[in-house]
C-alpha cells in the first residue's frame, strides 16, 4: 500500500473518532432512575398506621412510646430508621414553670400533678421558675399572685414564640397594677373598670353551640370531661355497703366541691360509697361509668365516676350545669374587664340573679393562649381550694400549654419521609389530634 493509501486510511479513522464524539454530544445517553424504594417506604407508613388504628392500638401507641417500639421493632426493617410525633391536642407529660412559692408548687403537684384521660395517663409537672428567666424546657407558665409583670413582657412574649402559654392567678391591688402593666394590657387583653359588689356565685359563660371557634369552648369542655383524681388517704373498716372488699381496712377520701367534703370510699377496683349529701355516711354505691349527684344546700351538681384505680384513686368527671361559691374576692375599685369588652369571659361572678356582673376567668388568644383568673385562695393555699377550683386550673393549663409537635433528633438520617393521620377518641372527651409516623434511611 503507498503512502497515499495509508493517509486516507487514518483521515477515515479520524473522522470516525470524530463522529462518535459528536453523536455523543448531540445525542446524550439516557439513564432513567426510579423511586420506587422511597414510594415503599411511605406506603410502609401508611400500612404501619391504618394497621394499627384497625386493631385499635393507634390512640395508646400515640402517647406511649414505651408499648409503641416494641410493635415498630417488629414491622420495620432493621435498615430503616423510625420516629413519631403527635400534635394537636395537650401531651401526656406536660411541664408548667411555677412562678410560685414551694407551698403552692407542692400543693399543685398534689391536686392536678396527674390526671387520666381517655385511657392515658397525663402527668402535669410544675417546677419552679422565675420571670426574668422562665423554665425553657416547659410547656405553659403559670403566675400565682400579684407581680409587676411590667419588666418581663418581652421574656414572656419570647417564652410564647414557640407555643407555650400564659395562665396567671391573681388579684390586682389597684387600677394602675393593672392599666400600667403591659403584659395585663397587651398580652392579657385587660384593663381595670369600677368594680361591682362582690357576687354571690359564680357560673361559666356557655359557649356558642357547636362553634369550636369561640374561645370559650376548649376550656368549658375540658373542665366538663376531663377527670379530676380523687386519692384516698385513710385507712377505714370496710364498710357493709362495699360488698366485697379486698382487705380489712380500705381507703376513704374526700371530695371536696363548693368548699363541701363529700366521704369516698373505694371498695374495690371497680366500685366505691359515696357520702351524696355531704353528712359523713355512706349513701349509695356506684361502679365505674356510673353517673351521681351530690347535693348542697338542696341543689343537685351532677358528675360521672370515669375511672377507679388500684384501690388507691378515683376519677371523677364534672358534668354541666355546675356553679362555684365565689371566689373573686378582688378590692370592689379594682375590676379586670377584657379589653375591649368581648366574649373572652369564661366564668362570670353574678350577683342580684346576674343583673350585676364580674369576671372570674378572662381568657385571650392574640398573642397566644393566655387566661387570667382570679385569686380564689388569696388567704394563702390550701384553703379554701377545692376539686372544683383544681379542676379549672387543670383546664386553663391543659388549654394553654403547647400542643406543637415536639422536634425529634433524628440523628444521622439521609432521607426521611413522614406520614401524618388525623384520629380522633371520645371515650371521656372528643379529642382529635394528628399523629406522624416518620421511616427513614440511616444512610
Given at each position: 500500500?503507498?503512502?497515499?493509501?495509508?493517509?486516507?486510511?487514518?483521515?477515515?479513522?479520524?473522522?470516525?473518532?470524530?463522529?462518535?464524539?459528536?453523536?455523543?454530544?448531540?445525542?446524550?445517553?439516557?439513564?432513567?432512575?426510579?423511586?420506587?424504594?422511597?414510594?415503599?417506604?411511605?406506603?410502609?407508613?401508611?400500612?404501619?398506621?391504618?394497621?394499627?388504628?384497625?386493631?385499635?392500638?393507634?390512640?395508646?401507641?400515640?402517647?406511649?412510646?414505651?408499648?409503641?417500639?416494641?410493635?415498630?421493632?417488629?414491622?420495620?426493617?432493621?435498615?430503616?430508621?423510625?420516629?413519631?410525633?403527635?400534635?394537636?391536642?395537650?401531651?401526656?407529660?406536660?411541664?408548667?414553670?411555677?412562678?410560685?412559692?414551694?407551698?403552692?408548687?407542692?400543693?399543685?403537684?398534689?391536686?392536678?400533678?396527674?390526671v387520666h384521660v381517655n385511657d392515658r395517663d397525663v402527668t402535669i409537672d410544675f417546677v419552679p421558675t422565675t420571670l426574668d428567666n422562665i423554665y425553657p424546657f416547659s410547656d405553659a407558665l403559670l403566675i400565682v399572685g400579684y407581680k409587676n409583670t411590667n419588666p418581663y413582657i418581652q421574656q414572656i412574649r419570647d417564652y410564647m414564640k414557640s407555643g407555650n402559654g400564659v395562665v396567671e392567678i391573681v388579684d390586682f391591688p389597684t387600677a394602675a397594677s393593672v392599666d400600667s402593666d403591659r403584659v395585663q394590657t397587651e398580652i392579657f387583653g385587660i384593663g381595670s373598670q369600677v368594680a361591682v359588689p362582690v357576687p354571690t356565685y359564680d357560673e361559666f359563660m356557655i359557649p356558642a353551640v357547636g362553634v369550636t371557634s369561640d374561645i370559650k369552648y376548649t376550656p368549658y369542655k375540658y373542665f366538663y370531661h376531663l377527670p379530676v383524681t380523687m386519692k384516698g388517704n385513710a385507712l377505714t373498716p370496710c364498710p357493709a355497703g362495699c360488698g366485697n372488699c379486698p382487705y380489712p381496712t380500705i381507703l376513704r377520701g374526700d371530695f371536696t366541691m363548693r368548699t363541701r367534703n363529700y366521704s369516698i370510699w373505694i371498695c374495690n377496683s371497680t366500685g366505691v360509697l359515696i357520702d351524696t349529701n355531704g353528712d359523713g355516711s355512706a349513701d349509695n354505691s356506684y361502679s365505674a361509668g356510673n353517673s351521681f349527684s351530690l347535693v348542697d344546700g338542696g341543689t343537685p351538681y351532677n358528675f360521672k365516676l370515669n375511672y377507679v384505680e388500684s384501690n388507691t384513686t378515683i376519677d371523677i368527671s364534672f358534668r354541666p350545669v355546675f356553679q362555684f361559691t365565689n371566689f373573686i374576692n378582688s378590692p370592689q375599685n379594682v375590676q379586670p374587664l377584657p379589653n375591649p369588652l368581648s366574649s373572652r369571659i369564661l366564668v362570670r361572678g353574678c350577683t342580684a340573679g346576674c343583673s350585676q356582673t364580674k369576671p372570674g376567668v378572662i381568657l385571650n388568644s392574640s398573642v397566644g393562649n393566655?387566661?387570667?383568673?382570679?385569686?380564689?385562695?388569696?388567704?394563702?393555699?390550701?384553703?379554701?381550694?377545692?376539686?372544683?377550683?383544681?379542676?379549672?386550673?387543670?383546664?386553663?393549663?391543659?388549654?394553654?400549654?403547647?400542643?406543637?409537635?415536639?422536634?425529634?433528633?433524628?440523628?444521622?438520617?439521609?432521607?426521611g419521609f413522614l406520614t401524618s393521620y388525623i384520629n380522633a377518641v371520645n371515650k371521656d372527651m372528643y379529642e382529635a389530634y394528628k399523629f406522624n409516623l416518620g421511616l427513614g434511611f440511616p444512610f
Open positions: 500500500m503507498n503512502n497515499k493509501g495509508v493517509v486516507a486510511i487514518i483521515e477515515l479513522i479520524i473522522s470516525l473518532v470524530a463522529l462518535f464524539v459528536a453523536y455523543g454530544i448531540l445525542f446524550p445517553g439516557f439513564s432513567y432512575q426510579n423511586r420506587w424504594g422511597d414510594a415503599s417506604v411511605i406506603i410502609k407508613a401508611r400500612d404501619i398506621i391504618l394497621t394499627t388504628d384497625r386493631i385499635g392500638t393507634l390512640y395508646n401507641y400515640s402517647f406511649n412510646a414505651t408499648h409503641l417500639q416494641p410493635f415498630l421493632n417488629n414491622v420495620v426493617k432493621q435498615n430503616l430508621v423510625s420516629w413519631t410525633e403527635t400534635a394537636g391536642t395537650f401531651r401526656s407529660s406536660i411541664t408548667v414553670a411555677c412562678n410560685c412559692t414551694v407551698n403552692e408548687t407542692a400543693f399543685l403537684i398534689y391536686w392536678i400533678g396527674k393566655v387566661a387570667w383568673m382570679a385569686n380564689f385562695s388569696s388567704q394563702g393555699w390550701p384553703a379554701p381550694a377545692g376539686h372544683d377550683h383544681m379542676e379549672l386550673i387543670a383546664s386553663l393549663l391543659l388549654w394553654a400549654s403547647n400542643k406543637n409537635a415536639q422536634q425529634v433528633s433524628l440523628g444521622n438520617v439521609k432521607t
